[in-house]
């Protein structure tokens, strides 16, 4: 205990209760000046005041940063698409007017229509990133093809793919669907 606080002290003539509180409080008053003044009662040092307010204030920048930039993800996934969607809108007005259609013009005209509307479809895919993995009489890739069937074959060599039964597809080279294959043993 400080001087003064013990002369304080005689002259009160605590109890036990009331002299361990009176301890505790010249305990505080001799800590180093490192714990934050609030705490200590005292008014606090401008420059550190300065620097617990810009403290606070970057962690609230962080903290609204961080919800801004998890909100423009989620429109990102939700609105992603747009652009893909905008270009298939097309496709399907050009097969809502052939089944209109349909039952007045001639079958091949019908099936030339949904050719012209099937490759428009792929054109629009191409354009998103969307490629046909070519399968037929290449070797057997693991990664890019599904072997659902074997055969015996005097046309193909071993571990070839003799036939698709499944188209499989790529997005921006990356598999999204193997193609479903017969192979060659």
């Given at each position: ?61 962080f903290a609204n940063f961080k919800k801004r930039v998890e909100k423009e ?72 093809h599904h072997a659902v069937l074997t055969e015996d074959s005097d046309d ?30």
């Amino acid at each position: 205990m400080t001087k003064k606080k013990r002369d304080d002290a005689d002259l009160n003539e605590p109890n036990g209760a009331e002299q361990g509180a009176a301890e505790q409080t010249a305990e505080r008053a001799e800590q180093p000046a490192s714990e934050p003044a609030a705490a200590e009662g005292k008014p606090a040092d401008p420059e550190e005041e300065a620097l617990n307010i810009r403290f606070m204030r970057l962690s609230a920048d962080f903290a609204n940063f961080k919800k801004r930039v998890e909100k423009e993800k989620a429109d990102i996934y939700r609105l992603g698409n747009e652009k893909l969607m905008l270009e298939l809108l097309p496709v399907l007005d050009n097969i809502d007017r052939a089944l209109s259609h349909a039952d007045e013009s001639p079958k091949e005209k019908f099936v030339e229509g949904v050719e012209m509307i099937l490759n428009s479809l792929l054109a629009a895919l191409k354009n998103a990133g969307l490629s046909e993995i070519d399968a037929a009489g290449q070797p057997f890739d693991h990664n890019a093809h599904h072997a659902v069937l074997t055969e015996d074959s005097d046309d193909f060599d071993s571990d070839t793919v003799t036939g698709v039964l499944q188209k499989g597809y790529r997005l921006n080279d990356k598999v999204i669907r193997p193609a479903m294959v017969k192979v060659a043993k």
